[in-house]
């Protein structure tokens, strides 16, 4: 007569397989990770599944079941770490290594600029605009206004040189 292997879908052959495998289990895994929390929540998850699949699983097998289930779910958290530590790397990377130092200095350029640019006649600012805002050139910007090529040269180098005088000499525009 062949004896029927117990099931581990009975509470009590699958309480008596947790009591049994569950500190040796806890301890491989624990060696493997170097968290006890970290072990326990696989041992855990690992239980609950062989108690999901407890229709599928022998009872004979449910020990190496245990051990490769607690082994895979470490292995998926490595892979997430992993995972989790390239995204970390590349929002460090998209981050802005600037000191604060530095973009108050531009903010203040920039405001400095602002001013300056608002500072000059009407017709040197339209050249300059359509020129280094625009990116028109010189030609383009001579039939925009109707005036020759000489003319834009003359308003643009004004301009500048204004601009250079405003700024302390801080930019080369």
């Not at 879908?9 to 491989?28: D, G, P």
């Not at 970290?38 to 190496?64: G, H, R």
Request: with cysteine; proline share 1%; glycine share 2%.
């Amino acid at each position: 007569m062949i004896e029927k292997e117990p099931s581990i879908c009975e509470e009590e052959n699958y309480n008596q397989l947790f009591r049994k495998h569950y500190e040796s289990v806890t301890k491989y895994i624990y060696y493997k990770c170097g968290s006890l929390e970290q072990a326990e929540d696989i041992v855990q998850n690992a239980f609950v599944k062989l108690w999901q699949l407890c229709a599928t699983i022998s009872f004979s097998k449910a020990k190496s079941y245990i051990y490769k289930a607690c082994n895979n779910l470490f292995l998926n958290e490595v892979k997430h770490q992993k995972v989790v530590l390239k995204h970390q790397q590349t929002v460090v990377k998209k981050t802005n290594n600037e000191s604060p130092e530095f973009l108050i200095e531009v903010d203040e350029f920039r405001s400095k600029l602002k001013n300056a640019i608002n500072q000059l006649s009407v017709k040197e600012r339209e050249v300059f605009l359509l020129s280094r805002v625009e990116q028109k050139t010189y030609k383009e910007i001579a039939e925009i206004t109707g005036l020759t090529v000489k003319a834009i040269e003359r308003r643009m180098s004004k301009a500048l040189r204004e601009l250079r005088d405003a700024l302390g000499g801080e930019i080369r525009i």
